[in-house]
């Protein structure tokens, strides 16, 4: 799983050095509705580096959710730990940034408000950067619009923005596109890569669809249909920066069927296990 | 071409025939509903309809309010002036101290299980007093006409502002609350980004509920008490069968009680510009 020529030049291009490794020790998440264990993650066992773009995938109801959650603070495991740089997470925090599925900006605050949020609470707000996060995402000018005025990819342009103004080392993200059409969904993974390959943050990417797993990350993680484990993790050796134009490489496809054969097997032994 | 084809063109040009004509303006429509109000009301002063014929018309009624208006005296022989001063006087100060209190309070409740475990149960045991019904109590316990009726205001205000706020509270999304944590947030970021400002608006539509009920609550423990106030004399003056003051006492508190509420939703709508824009 060495994954090192792809960090060694995004930390080169760092003017920084920033970190952001997370280390995850068996961890395990079980849920006890009624007394009856439901085990959504077992016994995960998973380093990602600093500056890594990582890709979870894999059938539905196996655990990626409750596993990003854990690493975002907001569920605490049933045993096991998380480590962040070395240091075990207590609650959700600065660091780690995340985006949702469904926009969760603050309704009752503007896009500005909302993008200087973070910053004003840990009093660091800059002048301007609101503006200048606003039109590297492409939406300048909504900046006095409150976000039910904005259309679903340009609410999730605002909410990147608003995890960019905090500077977090991590991105966590829960299928930030998977409500927005196709054509909105390509424009937005490109510009997920334009901002990456900028500051080169940590990663953790959820999705159900394959291409762009592969599409985005170093490395793609495929789940077990629950209890949720790391059946199998591919390194996308795909030359960076990438643009969509790589999706219809031989190697991009040799990928992919890579992936699907896993998840296939997967959601058909998650299918006879039900019956 | 179809036959619905055919039928589809007649309708787009009947239609846009119907659309070139003078529609009526609204402030017409507007003013004869107003004007078939006034004309039925006089009717039935007319003809003397069971008690009616007591009452003063339309015409008198709107003599008697001009000169009242004017400065003439009215029951005790106190202006409408200073009947109104006392009433809203006291509509503002118990709706101001139910505000105060209820809205704190509901957030306590709505937030935290252990107020709303501990606290909110003793005033659950009140809620379900009507708020008139504390007159008598309010009169004798705070042994001042004055203090009495503030109280039933107060208590009628207070708790639809208390509960809404509470039912705002409790309707707060979790992933917001997670958001803002995973923005840096601690506790007292959440509630001042989150929580209060999610629950303006429940909170304004407790108090606009609680200013009808404050209305309400005034002239009935005015007409109890005793004056000046605008439930007192309008009260008063039933009993010496001034119908006249009667029938404007009705008409000002009608007045107050709609510019009062429209006030709170302005207000509101000031201080929640975010559901304006939902609206457009």
Known sequence: MSNTDQTATGGSTTPNERDGSIQMQSLTKIYDPGGEHVTAIDEIDLGIEAGEFVSLVGPSGCGKSTLLNCIAGFIEPSHGQIYVDGNPIDGPGADRGVVFQENRLLPWKTVRQNINLGPKMRGKIEDGRAEELLSKMGIEGTGDQYPTELSGGMQQRAEIARLLANDPEIMLMDEPFSALDALTKEIMQELLLDIWEEDNRTVVFITHDVEEAIFLADRVLIMTAGPGRIKEAIDVDLERPRDLDVTTTPRFNELKEQALSAIVEEARAAMESEQ | ?280
């Open chain 2, 1 to 280: 071409m179809s036959i619905a084809d055919s039928v589809e063109d007649k309708l787009t040009v009947a239609r846009s025939r119907v659309d070139t004509l003078p529609s009526v303006p609204r402030w017409v429509l507007k003013g004869l509903s107003i004007a078939l109000f006034v004309a039925t009301w006089w009717l039935l002063v007319e003809i003397g309809f069971l008690g009616f014929d007591l009452l003063r018309t339309p015409l008198e009624t709107a003599v008697s309010l001009v000169s009242f208006i004017a400065g003439e005296k009215m029951g005790q022989g106190d202006s409408i002036y200073v009947h109104a001063y006392h009433t809203l006087y006291r509509v503002v100060l118990g709706l101001g101290l139910a505000v105060a209190t209820a809205i704190p309070l509901g957030l306590a409740c709505g937030w935290s299980d252990w107020w709303r475990s501990y606290v909110y149960p003793a005033f659950e045991l009140l809620r379900p007093i009507p708020p008139v019904a504390w007159v008598p109590i309010a009169l004798i316990a705070l042994a001042s006409e004055f203090l009495g009726i503030i109280w039933v205001v107060f208590i009628g205000a207070f708790f639809p502002i208390m509960i809404n706020t509470m039912e705002g509270v409790a309707e707060i999304d979790a992933e917001y609350a997670q958001a803002v944590k995973s923005l840096g947030g601690g506790r007292w970021e959440l509630y001042r980004h989150v929580v209060i400002p999610h629950t303006i608006p429940s909170m304004i539509t407790g108090t606009t509920i609680g200013v009808g009920i404050a209305w309400i609550a005034v002239v009935a423990a005015e007409m109890l008490s005793g004056g000046p106030g605008l439930g007192y004399v309008t009260f008063q003056s039933y009993r010496l069968m001034d119908t006249g003051v009667v029938i404007v006492g009705i008409i000002v508190l009608g007045t107050c009680g709609a510019v009062s509420s429209s006030l709170v939703s302005r207000v509101g709508s000031y201080l929640t510009p975010w559901t304006d824009e939902v609206r457009k």
